[in-house]
């Protein structure tokens, strides 16, 4: 099974806005609210930052929000920060009871 | 405070086996489903296997079917993942996570706390 569709890179400048999008099919994302974002910093096991399409954490700051349409989930961090700069992974459940991560963007802040 | 820590990684030759171990603290293990996913050094994340918190259901992804079964011991807090054929492409980190919550009939959740993962390198 392909990876879900993420972009490989995405960039902006302190303060700004961006926006990761996360494409799969309707065995997936289409079909599930199962979809899971998170962060990983160089050397360190990923971070959950999104559950159930849209909800955070406790302890995920509110910059971080995501939603989902269709075959495609998204996340967007608002007022980019130095310590947002790493790479982001999607994830979702299958209809053949597995999961499937996306291929991961890395968020560069400029 | 949820602490995953995983063991068994190392260095094996091509079609041999490994047993990876995960002892979970700060939860009631056995009310968890339990997953390993595998990485690639600086590649992406892929999703290895799963099992629900009785160890009754489990699933694989397509690339260690038939090779690799996952296994647990609720008295020992502990998740196993047994690795046997052994080929190059299974070298990666392998991370134990925690399903975030795990419906009958309706699937599950990604997971939530993850470990700081194991290097299994195979090679001749």
């Known amino acids: 099974q392909s990876a879900l569709t993420q972009p490989a890179s995405v960039s902006g400048s302190p303060g700004q806005s961006i926006t990761i999008s996360c494409t799969g099919t309707n065995s997936d994302i289409g079909v599930y609210n199962f979809v899971s974002w998170y962060q990983q910093h160089p050397g360190k096991a990923p971070k959950l930052i999104i559950y159930?399409?849209?909800k955070r954490p406790a302890d995920v700051s509110n910059r971080f929000s995501a939603s989902k349409s269709g075959n495609t989930a998204s996340l967007t961090i608002s007022g980019l920060q130095a310590e947002d700069e790493a790479h982001y992974y999607c994830?979702?459940?299958?209809?053949?009871?597995?999961?499937?991560f996306g291929g991961g963007t890395k968020v560069t802040v400029l | 405070e949820v602490q995953l820590l995983e063991s068994g990684g190392g260095l094996v030759r091509p079609g041999g086996s490994l047993r990876l171990s995960c002892t979970v603290s700060?939860?009631?293990?056995?009310?968890?489903?339990m997953s390993w996913v595998r990485q690639v050094p600086g590649k992406e994340l892929e999703w290895v296997s799963v099992?629900?918190?009785?160890?009754?259901?489990?699933y694989y992804g397509d690339a260690v079917t038939g090779r690799f079964s996952i296994s647990r011991d609720n008295s020992r807090n502990t998740v196993y993942l047994q690795m046997n054929s052994l080929r190059a492409d299974d070298t990666a980190v392998y991370y134990c996570?925690?399903?975030?919550?795990?419906?009958?009939?309706?699937?599950?959740?990604?997971?939530?706390?993850w470990g700081q993962g194991t290097l299994v390198t195979v090679s001749p």
């Open positions: 099992i629900s918190s009785s160890g009754g259901t489990t």
């Open positions: 994830s979702s459940y299958t209809s053949r009871s597995t999961l499937i």
């Open positions: 700060g939860l009631v293990f056995q009310r968890y489903a």
């Open positions: 159930d399409v849209r």
């Open positions: 996570a925690k399903v975030h919550y795990w419906y009958d009939n309706s699937g599950y959740s990604p997971p939530d706390y």
